[in-house]
């Protein structure tokens, strides 16, 4: 079973505290700080992992996480070398991963290249913000299926219901809530406007889970965003964490630690 | 096979697509205010009302219809009939102006109240401020920091006219992280703004959109040539292409008439393959750009390249999905000019004509000599705008 389904399925039937997702951009703030990030993550406590593949025109992100794809580019990212650097990670990663990028350096790499990479380093799904969905109906999800690949959609408070019945249709895994009209890192905490939004979704009563992704930045947004949602993303104020380390292992899980409030007592 | 023989319209598809090229590749935040535009933007240009108040704004404030001249000395140096477009004398110096009156019509329409754009020379967000100032809604304009610096008169233009420029300080600091700003904007004010793409770039229906505010320029071009000539088809239609904004409205009537040679001239900066060009066509690969299927200059993997022109205004990484169709079809002719060549041409066509025209429009000048057009034919130069704000780098060629 794909480790993405699975998660959510013991957390349905587990019922314990929101899931976190954490977001950090390949090949930053070092070119091989990649897998040293994922690990140290996993160390730390969180439930899934989302690796930002860096891209020149990152346009739903803010200026948090362009900054930090720029910094990658200059360091030598490509997508050809994040498969190299994670060729051998489920020798120790057992958490779900995502890869999140923009279309076209995918395209360029072939989608059914891109694809047979990502099942065999044990990729468990892709976000990719600007492909649209009947494109990725008509041409891409037979060859996503034939990898075991999940393909998580975007809503937004501007997602008319019938779209986001669609969406929930044909969604796998999780759908990610973006939290208000905003790119990433722009806006912070749950408002009375997220409030009434998240409730709309609660009584749609959609098929999928939903985790909830920008503003979100410690625990205490984190404990709001789950409090309506199975779990909530953090992107942006990672970044900012991995900008100013000095010892990157120890700050990574601090800060994963913190979010989730694990004593810091209990070593992992 | 069928749609082979059939007659081809070159037009979009009801998908939103020009053969592969096109439809809308936007993040999901982008989709409301795209899908909006898309449901009314028809139904909005054929309403009997907005088409009355476009064409009377064309009329009395743009000054159209912008004459058909027939450049004689020209003609005579290179041995054919070469006429000129005039968008140089649209109001605010530039073919621009079609766009930005047709769209912030749209938006009153659309119940907008604020208006975002992009600009990279500052010509689009000069012809944005002015319909902005001209319509009472606030106005505010990304631009690269870089091009801030390089084009202080258009940045003092756009202020006066009430608009704020705010820079793109990301990435390149040019016209595609301006638009990328602006994009972005866009999805943190979803609900009251309407964003003016400056060219027939963007997710659809934005280049159908842009290309059908342009196209008064080949209707214009069509009963004047008959006016001059008596046929209302030229052999060539020369534009130049940056997004392809001109181009589009200059080739948009002749699309479906094979026998028009429609010919796009890009900006080949030092030397197409000297590095510092963006000959788009000649460099670049299909890819997703600013959300459409296009021809982009990119890395091998997949990383938006820098364009280099000597012209702010073909300064641009990719091209319109129609332009891209064109070329990939083989019903559009590409060619390019070298920064040299275009100086050349703006210098030739000053002291031949008495025509200063913009570095843009002198690429299609360019070219003249080396298209091979006979004495019979007839050729067409879009000049899409006039030189003023490129006074500054004329100079430096004057001894």
Redesign the interface.
């Known amino acids: 079973m794909n480790r993405i389904t699975k998660l959510f399925q013991d957390a349905k039937n587990e019922q314990e505290g929101g899931l976190l997702n954490v977001y950090f951009t390949a090949g930053f703030p070092e070119l091989n700080d990649t897998t040293r990030v994922l690990q140290a993550l996993q160390d730390g406590g969180v439930d899934l992992v989302e690796i930002g593949m860096p891209?020149?025109?990152?346009?739903?992100d803010?200026?948090t996480i362009?900054?930090s794809n720029?910094r990658a580019?200059e360091n030598g990212m490509?997508?050809?070398i994040l498969f190299e650097q994670l060729k051998d990670m489920r020798e120790t990663i057992s958490v779900p991963v995502l890869l999140m990028g923009?279309?076209?350096?995918?395209?360029?790499?072939g989608i059914e290249n891109f694809c047979a990479k990502c099942a065999e380093v044990g990729v468990d799904g892709l976000i990719l913000?600007?492909?649209?969905m009947?494109?990725f109906l008509d041409e891409y999800k037979s060859i996503f299926d034939a990898h075991g690949l999940l393909n998580i959609?975007?809503?937004?408070p501007?997602?008319?219901e019938q779209?986001i019945k669609l969406i929930d249709e044909v969604s796998e895994g999780f759908i990610y809530t973006?939290s208000s009209?905003?790119?990433t890192g722009?806006k912070s905490g749950v408002d009375s406007n997220m409030e009434s939004y998240f409730a709309r979704l609660d009584a749609m009563n959609l098929r999928n889970q939903r985790l909830i992704g920008f503003g979100i930045k410690d625990h205490e947004t984190f404990k709001q965003a789950s409090s309506h949602a199975a779990g909530a993303i953090i992107g942006s104020a990672f970044i900012r964490v991995l900008q100013q380390t000095t010892d990157l292992e120890q700050d990574v899980k601090s800060f994963v630690r913190e979010v989730k409030n694990y004593p810091e007592t209990i070593a992992i | 096979m069928e749609s082979i023989v059939e007659k081809r319209s070159f037009q979009v598809d009801s998908k939103g697509y020009y053969g592969s090229f096109g439809g809308a590749f936007i993040p999901e935040m982008l989709y409301p205010n795209v899908e909006e535009l898309r449901e009314n933007y028809l139904q909005i240009i054929s309403d009997p009302s907005f088409q009355k108040e476009y064409s009377d704004l064309l009329r009395d404030y743009v000054g159209r219809p912008t004459p058909l001249y027939r450049a004689n000395r020209l003609s005579e140096k290179y041995k054919t009939n070469i006429f000129l477009k005039r968008e140089d004398l649209c109001h605010t110096g530039a073919h621009k102006v079609n766009n930005t009156i047709g769209q912030i019509l749209m938006a009153q329409r659309l119940g907008k109240k604020r208006i975002v754009a992009e600009t990279g020379a500052g010509q689009h967000g000069v012809a944005t401020a002015t319909v902005c100032a001209l319509m009472d809604l606030e106005c505010v304009v990304y631009m690269g920091e870089l091009d801030i610096e390089r084009q202080a008169p258009n940045v003092a233009r756009m202020k006066m006219l009430g608009a704020e420029v705010r820079p793109a300080t990301c990435g390149s600091r040019t016209l595609k992280d301006a638009t990328n700003e602006a994009m972005r904007h866009w999805i943190n004010n979803p609900v009251d703004t309407h964003y003016i793409i400056g060219s027939v770039v963007g997710p659809h229906p934005y280049p159908d959109m842009v290309a059908r505010f342009q196209s008064i320029i080949s209707e214009e071009i069509r009963w004047q040539l008959k006016q001059h000539t008596g046929s209302e088809t030229p052999d060539y239609v020369l534009a130049c292409v940056g997004g392809g904004s001109n181009a589009a409205g200059a080739f948009y009537h002749f699309l479906s008439e094979e026998n028009v040679r429609l010919v796009a001239i890009e900006a080949a900066g030092m030397g197409v393959n000297s590095g510092h060009s963006a000959a788009t066509t000649a460099l670049g690969k299909p890819g997703v750009l600013h959300g459409s299927r296009t021809i982009l200059m990119q890395t091998e993997d997949g990383q938006v390249t820098e364009p280099f022109s000597i012209s702010a205004g073909l300064d641009y990484p990719g091209i319109g999905p129609q332009h891209a169709y064109l070329y990939d079809s083989g019903r559009g002719t590409f060619m390019s000019a070298t920064d040299e060549e275009a100086v050349q041409a703006a210098f030739e066509l000053t002291r031949y004509e008495g025509i200063i025209p913009a570095l843009e429009s002198a690429h299609a000048l360019a070219v003249l000599g080396r298209l091979g057009a006979s004495e019979n034919e007839t050729v067409v130069v879009n000049l899409s705008g006039r030189g003023d704000k490129d006074m500054g780098t004329f100079m430096k060629y004057i001894d």
């Open positions: 891209y020149s025109d990152p346009v739903a803010g200026e362009q900054q720029d580019l490509s997508v050809k923009y279309i076209n350096p995918v395209l360029q790499f913000p600007d492909m649209p009947d494109v959609f975007l809503i937004t501007q997602t008319s779209r973006v009209a905003s790119v722009s």
